[in-house]
C-alpha cells in the first residue's frame, strides 16, 4: 500500500492489523503459535509438572493427572475430538479453580498463595489454549 499522508509498505506485510482514516478503532488478534493443539499440549505437560505442587487432594491429584494425560493423548490424534477436549479441560479448570480460589478465601486446601498463583497462570494458559 502506498500513499500520501499514509503508511507506506516496501514488502511483505503479514500477521497485522491496520486502520487508515478511521477515528476510533477497536481490534482484537488471536494469534497461535505451532501446531494446531501445541499450546494446549504444552500448558498439559506444564501442569503434570507442577501438579504435586498444587495442593490438591490425592483423589483430586490422580483426576486431574489422567485428565491431563487424556488431553495429551487426544491432541496427538490425526482428528481431535474438540467436545472430548473440552470435556477434559472444564475437569481441570475446575479442580485448578477451587485452588485458586480456596487460596484467596484461606479455605483449607493444603495450597499456599504459590499454589493459587500457579493455578490462575495455568487457568489463564488454558484459556488461551483451548477458548
Known amino acids: 500500500m ?4 499514509g503508511p507506506q ?5 503479514s500477521g497485522s492489523q491496520f486502520a487508515i482514516g478511521n477515528r476510533d478503532v477497536v481490534q482484537h488478534q488471536y494469534v497461535a503459535g505451532g501446531e494446531p493443539g501445541s499450546q494446549l499440549a504444552r ?5 503434570l509438572t507442577a501438579l504435586e505442587t498444587l495442593g490438591l487432594s490425592p483423589e483430586g ?3 486431574v493427572r489422567q485428565d491431563a494425560e487424556a ?17 477434559l479441560v472444564s475437569r481441570i479448570r475446575n479442580a485448578l479453580s477451587a485452588v485458586a ?3 484467596v478465601t484461606g ?19 488454558l484459556q488461551r ?3
Open 43 to 47: 500448558t498439559m505437560r506444564t501442569l
Open 101 to 103: 480460589a480456596g487460596a
Open 9 to 13: 509498505f516496501f514488502g511483505p506485510v
Open 71 to 87: 488431553v495429551l493423548e487426544e491432541v496427538a490424534n490425526e482428528q481431535p475430538d474438540e467436545g472430548r477436549l473440552h470435556r
Open 107 to 125: 479455605a483449607a486446601t493444603g495450597a499456599g498463595s504459590g499454589a493459587a498463583e500457579l493455578a490462575q497462570s495455568m487457568l489463564t494458559d
Open 2 to 5: 502506498t500513499g500520501t499522508g
Open 61 to 63: 491429584e490422580v483426576t
Open 129 to 131: 489454549a483451548l477458548p
